[in-house]
């Protein structure tokens, strides 16, 4: 009996199988983590833009000067809803909806594209003169 406790035979099979484990489990912990950074990355795209349209007081070129840096900064590049466009007059509210298509997976391999919506409204705080 004291021969087979002291044996070594077979110790590498529980090392591999520990080693697959913790991989497979690293793996699902990046896959699960991806689209949250990227759902958090795109709720403050929305928020910047809305921002932005707040001061400006108007829907267009601020706002599409300040969505082609974000997305230099960001590297994400999301299709942008607005509710309405060119000037909004003092405390008239609007909503932008910035939608981004995620592939979480590894390549093509196990791919699958997830779809995540941000939402973000605001009003705006210029006065324009009629």
């Keep these: 009996m004291k021969k087979l406790l002291k044996s070594k035979r077979g110790e590498g099979y529980f090392d591999i199988v520990i080693v697959v484990l913790v ?3 690293v793996i699902a912990l990046i896959m699960a983590v991806a689209p949250v950074v990227a759902k958090i990355q795109l ?23 300040r969505a ?3 997305t230099e900064r960001t590297g994400i590049k999301p299709t942008i809803q ?10 008239q509210e609007f909503t932008v909806t910035c939608t981004y298509k995620i592939d979480i997976g590894f390549g093509e391999f196990g791919s699958f ?15 324009w003169k009629s």
């Design 23 to 25: 991989v497979v489990m």
């Design 43 to 65: 709720d403050n795209y929305a928020d910047e833009l809305v921002r932005e349209a707040e001061i400006s007081g108007r829907i267009g070129s601020e706002t599409t000067a």
């Design 68 to 70: 082609q840096v974000l």
């Design 82 to 91: 607005w509710s309405r466009s060119g000037k909004v007059q003092l405390n």
């Design 113 to 127: 594209p997830v779809m995540l919506t941000a939402k973000a409204s605001g009003r705006s705080e210029v006065y």
